[in-house]
Nanobody
Framework: QVQLVESGGGLVQAGGSLRLSCAAS???????MGWFRQAPGKEREFVCA????????DYADSVKGRFTISRENAKATVYLEVTSLKPENTAVYYC?????????????????????WGQGTQVTVSS
């Protein structure tokens, strides 16, 4: 069983930045890791993903150039650097782990690809 714990969320002004972290516990960290978010009143949506080796990433068009995903396998942690934040980026941000496909981000945009989910961390962007 894998547990994922997100941290780093908070209240930030528009244009600001945050660094979200997702720490995994378990026997292995050999997963493709993804970040998703759910804004108030909306469905959860894909943000980005990264393969186990870090060599392949995928980003939603809405965050390209502003968000960066990375990972430190030795610490079993994945990060999401979010910059140039906008009020519409207000959401609960979730990390997720795909055990079945650790070497590809093909399919990583779909929630069904992930077996494990964290509880989320709230990001609130004020205008």
């Amino acid at each position: 069983q894998v547990q994922l714990v997100e941290s780093g969320g908070g209240l930030v002004q528009a244009g600001g930045s945050l660094r979200l972290s997702c720490a995994a516990s378990g026997r292995t960290f050999r997963y493709t890791m993804g970040w998703f978010r759910q804004a108030p009143g909306k469905e959860r949506e894909f943000v980005c993903a990264i393969t186990w080796g870090g060599g392949n990433t995928d980003y939603a068009d809405s965050v390209k150039g502003r968000f960066t995903i990375s990972r430190e396998n030795a610490k079993a942690t994945v990060y999401l650097e979010v910059t140039s934040l906008k009020p519409e980026n207000t959401a609960v941000y979730y990390c997720a782990a795909d055990r079945t496909n650790p070497y590809t981000v093909v399919g990583a945009r779909y929630e069904a690809a992930y077996e494990y989910w964290g509880q989320g961390t709230q990001v609130t962007v004020s205008s």
